[in-house]
């Protein structure tokens, strides 16, 4: 078992810039998978961005240029910058993991073996 506790979601205007995190704890693996997801109201869950244990990092490209995905190894903690944030990027934003190596949105989105955070708040005003 994973458990996956995110942070960092907060109300602020466009043009700003928030940091999420992400700390993993339990069974995690040396091998993994870790992203970033986003779900607006009435819309269905986004990929936003991944990292996996090689450092290969992906991003949606109405994100990239904008945040970065990185990850504190000693802390077990994945984060996402966001900068210059839009109103488009008002979601509640969920942190998923999957340890094991393969890695692509697709996978990570629908695995059965990957585990998701409770997810934390964005809100981005104009």
């Known amino acids: 078992q994973v458990q996956l506790v995110e942070s960092g979601g907060s109300s602020v205007q466009a043009g700003g810039s928030l940091r999420l995190s992400c700390a993993a704890s339990?069974?995690?693996?040396?091998?993994?998978?870790m992203g970033w997801f986003r779900q607006a109201p009435g819309k269905e869950r986004e990929a936003v961005a991944r990292?996996?244990?090689?450092?290969?990092?992906v991003y949606a490209a109405s994100v990239k240029g904008r945040f970065t995905i990185s990850k504190d190894s000693a802390e077990n903690t994945l984060y996402l910058q966001m900068n210059s944030l839009i109103p488009e990027d008002t979601a509640v934003y969920y942190c998923?993991?999957?340890?094991?190596?393969?890695?692509?949105?697709?996978?990570?989105?629908?695995?059965?073996?990957?585990?998701w955070g409770q997810g934390t708040q964005v809100t981005v005003s104009s």
């Open positions: 339990g069974d995690t693996a040396s091998d993994y998978c």
């Open positions: 998923a993991y999957r340890g094991e190596a393969a890695c692509n949105f697709l996978l990570l989105k629908n695995s059965a073996r990957t585990y």
């Open positions: 990292l996996d244990s090689t450092g290969k990092s």
